[in-house]
């Protein structure tokens, strides 16, 4: 039977989502209210703010009615883990929106930004008072840290994505190593939201083999196939690629150095999970 608990939005948790909303809502109407851009790094910026603040709505609600005790999957879990992944987005929307479209002048725009600051520091908070939950309580997929990990594997993947175009490998001199590279994001994006679906949705007790065995040779065939990226995307981008004297705020230039520095940490992140998995799997389990 579903009931109102007025305790889900009088707890700390629930006036933190209570403020994200509003911030976040705050955040998209002042960027919308600006002059649109077609850049794809202002979608993604409208895209994190309305993306965090209808699910934060929707967590909000689902607890209200005591419809999220009823979900399929572990609620806690979902919750903790979409707080450190809208963490992740607004971070990066509060650095991306300033420094490519705020200005001197622009009221609304530098409005935008502050309220995005608010927005990180909101969820962040939320984030550590979630993980300060009672230790009895158990910890599903999303909230451990290969499966945050693996949050930040996808995320990453989105932002490189986000920044590639045409111009940067088709006719390229050097076409064939750059298609390696978006081949390994392509690869390692598919593989790991494999990963992240199967274990959500419990289907890896159904296998016929060691699955987290399985998870690691994916893990460590991924770090070795992000790092071969590191050294290829720099290596072919620049090459007698200096930046062009006309290129302004943004231009194609500049989104090679944004793949390249997202490169650099996925392939860290990437390292690190292959290295946790490993540890888990072979030693820290058997302890």
């Given at each position: 039977?579903v009931?109102m608990?007025?305790?889900?939005i ?9 403020l ?25 910026c ?8 209808f ?7 689902l607890?209200f ?14 919750t ?19 420094t490519?479209?705020?200005c001197?002048?622009c009221?609304?725009q ?25 230790s ?10 290969p ?6 594997e ?8 986000l920044?590639l175009?045409?111009?940067h ?13 978006i081949?390994?994001y392509?690869?390692?994006f ?7 679906l199967?274990?959500?949705g419990k ?8 699955f ?15 790092l071969?990226a590191?050294?290829?995307?720099p ?9 062009p004297a ?6 194609l230039?500049d ?6 520095v997202?490169t ?16 888990l ?5 058997n302890?």
């Amino acid at each position: 039977m579903v009931y109102m608990n007025l305790k889900s939005i009088t707890q700390p948790v629930g006036i933190l989502r209570i403020l994200a909303v509003i911030v976040t809502c705050t955040s998209f109407s002042l960027a919308a209210s600006a002059i649109p851009n077609t850049s794809p790094y202002w979608a993604w910026c409208i895209f994190t703010w309305v993306f965090c603040c209808f699910f934060t709505l929707l967590i909000l609600i689902l607890e209200f009615t005591t419809i999220s005790t009823k979900v399929p999957f572990a609620w806690e879990d979902f919750t903790g883990a979409f707080a450190i992944l809208s963490s992740v987005m607004c971070l990066f929307a509060a650095i991306m929106y300033p420094t490519f479209f705020a200005c001197n002048t622009c009221d609304l725009q530098i409005g935008a930004s502050v309220v995005s600051w608010v927005c990180v520091a909101v969820y962040v908070a939320e984030v550590v008072l979630t993980r300060l939950r009672p230790s009895g309580q158990d910890s599903g997929f999303l909230s451990t840290p290969p499966g945050i990990m693996k949050m930040l594997e996808s995320f990453f993947a989105c932002l490189i994505f986000l920044s590639l175009e045409i111009g940067h490998y088709s006719g390229h001199q050097n076409a064939t190593g750059l298609n390696w590279c978006i081949a390994v994001y392509s690869l390692c994006f598919i593989l790991t939201i494999t990963i992240i679906l199967l274990t959500l949705g419990k289907i890896t007790d159904y296998v016929a083999f060691p699955f987290d065995k399985v998870v690691i040779v994916c893990n460590v065939l991924a770090a070795v196939m992000y790092l071969t990226a590191m050294v290829m995307w720099p290596l072919y981008s620049f090459h007698n690629n200096k930046r062009p004297a006309t290129c302004g705020r943004l231009c194609l230039w500049d989104k090679l150095v944004l793949i390249t520095v997202m490169t650099i940490i996925n392939s860290i992140v990437y390292l690190l999970d292959s290295i946790y998995s490993i540890l888990l799997v072979f030693f820290l389990r058997n302890e």
